[in-house]
């Protein structure tokens, strides 16, 4: 029988060829960016934003090997996902409709209590400790996570791809609700994206220190982010002068960005040097880990009471 060149056992595949020129690369890849044109450019541009310069040599080469791989898909669906769920919520509520399948929904501190809404009242309705992130409480709550996820999200899907970012914002929106349960003495409603978009937010954060010479527009992404993330505390400082109570789930933030930290540090922006960072990667992530099976365990033997 006889072997193809493909078959032979001294046949090796040719390396992938990068297109990314390293003397482009040194500049900060704006010569590569001019050759570009159309999406390929706007792909690039952002995710520019979120890399290194080291990374932009794979990243570019990816899209300019096939673009479409490169599109946030994730992110631009759970968006449009999200906006379709609230639309529905408030049509209902504004416009009084009655040909809905929620009998007893009713409208809680912004929340609507649907099958989507995590509800103490159902605490082993697991899937609630996801859905929640489908519905928001008003105008300004949809539109700040929003925000986050249609620049920040893109981008960092754009340049890390499904399998990283998925994990990332999914695991910001499940772990950090699993950990405010176990840290909380009772339990209210709950909606909103909030924890997988402090997800998103405090990995970029780990890359930026971790990173900060080699992140263009370091000081104006360290501002809009520091903004955001002040936003909470402080409107809930002058709800608490006004009306005495708050209304954001600050223990659930905090979750958030720990996990969103961590992921950035040993993960996203994760490099191998020596065992001793290795095992300092181990250590945090086992850590992690374990707190979250503990609480995990914890919430579903002794579920937090309704207030």
Not at 29 to 53: P, W
Not at 271 to 299: D, P, Q
Request: glycine share 8%.
């Amino acid at each position: 029988m006889l072997l193809s060149p493909l078959m032979s056992p001294e046949y090796i595949e040719p390396p992938l060829e990068l297109n990314v020129n390293s003397e482009n690369l040194e500049a900060g890849n704006t010569e590569d960016l001019e050759k570009t044109n159309g999406i390929e450019k706007i792909l690039k541009t952002i995710a520019k934003c979120v890399t290194t310069k080291s990374q932009r040599t794979v990243i570019f080469s990816k899209i300019d090997h096939d673009w479409v791989k490169s599109l946030p898909f994730f992110m631009i669906s759970t968006t449009l996902l999200q906006i379709a769920v609230f639309a529905y919520f408030w049509s209902i509520y504004y416009f009084q409709l009655s040909f809905h399948p929620y009998e007893g929904m009713y409208f809680y501190g912004g929340c609507f209590t649907s099958i989507f809404t995590y509800d103490p009242n159902y605490p082993y309705q697991l899937w609630r400790w996801l859905t929640n992130s489908l519905n928001h409480a008003g105008y300004y709550h949809i539109s700040k996570n929003m925000a986050v996820q249609i620049t920040l999200g893109m981008a960092q899907e754009t340049a890390f791809g499904f399998k990283k970012i998925a994990p990332l914002y999914l695991g910001g929106v499940v772990f950090s609700q699993i950990l405010k349960l176990a840290f909380s003495a009772k339990a209210g409603y709950g909606c909103g994206a909030s924890g997988g978009d402090y997800a998103l937010i405090f990995a970029q954060v780990a890359n930026l220190i971790k990173n900060w010479e080699d992140i263009p527009y370091q000081k104006v992404q360290s501002v809009i982010l520091a903004a955001h993330v002040l936003a909470d505390p402080i409107e809930d400082f002058f709800n608490y002068l006004s009306d005495g109570y708050l209304i954001y789930a600050h223990k659930l933030h905090l979750f958030a960005a720990i996990y969103g930290l961590l992921y950035g540090f040993f993960i996203i922006y994760y490099k191998e040097e020596g065992n001793k960072w290795s095992g300092t990667r181990m250590l945090f992530l086992s850590l992690y880990g374990g707190v979250l099976a503990i609480a995990t365990c914890y919430i579903l033997i002794f579920p937090a009471p309704y207030p």
